[in-house]
């Protein structure tokens, strides 16, 4: 056997080597810091790319780790979620509707950043100011904004030309909705085969309908829901006498009809227009990519209305009592950044936060990714509530009280308005 020197033989070296380095990573791994990450998205795009920022961030630096892990919905709900923290099993960071952000950060569950951004001087004018606005609760920040959405009409041009419309030329005034539903709209044996619009159908709720109406749901100087406000009411108003002219059973008979996939009514036929969010391209992309189609913005009344739209999201947010906070705001920093943000834009389909982030390529290349984004600087955002659950059911409720007649628009929204206002006054009174 050949010797290197007096004492060492080359084999041993070599196994020596070898076992030095399989240490050495094993005592790197075991000084890295674990964080953990929950997020709820089950779509194969949304996983690849939390997969691919933790591989990144990970592949990044030599101290922290990042284990993504997907969760039930459930999972995250304040009540589990407390209990997953005191028994240790938290996480980290996780993925919160930014909708939920003021009423989780009420219940005390999550941990506030701006001690992270100030001494890391983020510079939180890059987000898009409505996605800060949902993720801010009592002036503290609590979530760094992924992404966000927003909702168009969508319109079958190929429908539009049949009937004798000007598929070039959509409507942008509810007057002129109404001229397209009458003229798009077919009976036959006194059914409908196709209705040309059913306003309260997919992201058609009160919310959206009465933003384009002009209205407002929360008066934050004084602390007052008005769900009762007069054009909300207005909103309200006009879906009912939808339903009252066109026949309200009438209507539940051809939605009764109603698939989803590739049976989907827009795609089909049964409808020819529809208020939908950006993630409906996935749908017609996957099950009709050759359809003739086209995007709007929301009609709005010629009177006291404008042209709107609204925005949700998620945000990255620390629970209170995280084990790593400090590793999880690093992660964050990353994630919720322009090459993360780049990652759940691309692999998942999703619009940005960052306002620079809509200049790019991949939404300026794609006519339709490109009126979405374009409709930002027009987007409005749910109210910042610690009651916000509550009150998306109640104005829900409201609605399918008022479309069949059974109440009217006025009478429905002031029950709405002294509801949540009771209820908000006493989460207002127990932060005190």
């Given at each position: 056997m050949k010797w290197l020197g007096r004492k060492v033989p080359i084999p041993a070296l070599a196994l020596y080597l070898l076992l030095f380095g399989i240490l050495a990573q094993m005592t790197e791994a075991a000084?890295?810091?674990?964080?953990?990450?929950?997020?709820?998205?089950?779509?194969?795009?949304?996983?690849?790319?939390?997969?691919?920022?933790?591989?990144e961030f990970n592949a990044s630096q030599n101290r922290i780790q990042v284990k993504v892990e997907l969760v039930p919905g459930g999972?995250?709900?304040?009540?589990?979620?407390?209990?997953?923290?005191?028994?240790?099993?938290?996480?980290?960071?996780?993925?919160?509707?930014?909708?939920?952000?003021?009423?989780?950060?009420?219940?005390?569950?999550?941990?506030?950043?701006?001690?992270?951004?100030?001494?890391?001087?983020?510079?939180?004018?890059?987000?898009?100011?409505?996605?800060?606005?949902?993720?801010?609760?009592?002036?503290?920040?609590?979530?760094?904004?992924?992404?966000?959405?927003?909702?168009?009409?969508?319109?079958?041009?190929?429908?539009?030309?049949e009937a004798g419309l000007d598929s070039r030329h959509p409507p942008a005034?509810?007057?002129?909705?109404?001229?397209?539903?009458?003229?798009?709209?077919?009976?036959?044996?006194?059914?409908?085969?196709?209705?040309?619009?059913?306003?309260?159908?997919?992201?058609?709720?009160?919310?959206?309908?009465?933003?384009?109406?002009?209205?407002?749901f929360y008066d934050p100087a004084r602390r007052k829901i008005t769900a009762d406000h007069p054009q909300v009411v207005a909103a309200l108003a006009w879906m009912q006498d939808f339903a009252k002219r066109y026949g309200w059973n009438k209507i539940q008979h051809l939605i009764?009809?109603?698939?989803?996939?590739?049976?989907?009514?827009?795609?089909?036929?049964?409808?020819?227009?529809?208020?939908?969010?950006?993630?409906?391209?996935?749908?017609?992309?996957?099950?009709?990519?050759?359809?003739?189609?086209?995007?709007?913005?929301?009609?709005?009344?010629?009177?006291?209305?404008?042209?709107?739209t609204w925005s949700g999201g998620w945000a990255?947010?620390?629970?209170?009592?995280?084990?790593?906070?400090?590793?999880?705001?690093?992660?964050?920093?990353?994630?919720?950044?322009?090459?993360?943000?780049?990652?759940?834009?691309?692999?998942g389909d999703h619009l940005p936060t960052l306002a620079s982030l809509l200049k790019s390529d991949y939404l300026l290349r794609d006519p339709y990714r490109k009126v979405f984004a374009g409709l930002l600087p027009y987007a409005q955002s749910r109210p910042v509530l610690p009651v916000?659950?509550?009150?998306?059911?109640?104005l829900r409720r409201a609605v399918n009280e008022v479309l069949p007649g059974t109440k009217t628009a006025t009478a429905a929204l002031a029950e709405v308005t002294a509801r949540v206002q009771g209820e908000?006054?006493?989460?207002?009174?127990l932060k005190r």
């Open positions: 000084d890295k810091v674990t964080v953990t990450f929950w997020h709820v998205m089950s779509a194969v795009g949304d996983r690849q790319a939390f997969e691919e920022m933790a591989k999972a995250t709900e304040k009540t589990k979620l407390l209990v997953a923290m005191a028994g240790g099993s938290g996480p980290d960071v996780y993925l919160l509707d930014r909708f939920t952000v003021a009423e989780t950060a009420l219940a005390g569950i999550l941990q506030p950043l701006d001690q992270f951004v100030d001494r890391d001087r983020l510079n939180l004018d890059e987000y898009l100011p409505f996605a800060l606005r949902e993720a801010t609760w009592e002036g503290k920040l609590y979530g760094l904004p992924l992404d966000t959405d927003t909702r168009v009409l969508y319109y079958r041009t190929d429908l539009f030309d005034t509810v007057e002129d909705l109404e001229v397209a539903v009458r003229r798009l709209t077919t009976v036959k044996d006194e059914r409908y085969q196709r209705l040309g619009l059913i306003p309260w159908q997919a992201e058609g709720n009160l919310f959206t309908w009465g933003l384009s109406f002009g209205g407002s009764g009809q109603f698939g989803s996939g590739a049976r989907w009514p827009f795609l089909v036929g049964q409808v020819a227009m529809v208020v939908d969010g950006n993630w409906r391209l996935d749908t017609i992309r996957r099950f009709a990519p050759e359809l003739d189609f086209s995007l709007a913005p929301i009609p709005y009344p010629k009177e006291g209305g404008r042209m709107t990255f947010v620390i629970p209170d009592g995280a084990k790593h906070p400090e590793e999880a705001w690093e992660f964050m920093k990353f994630a919720a950044g322009r090459r993360g943000q780049e990652l759940f834009m691309t692999l916000c659950g509550l009150y998306w059911d109640e908000l006054d006493k989460a207002l009174k």
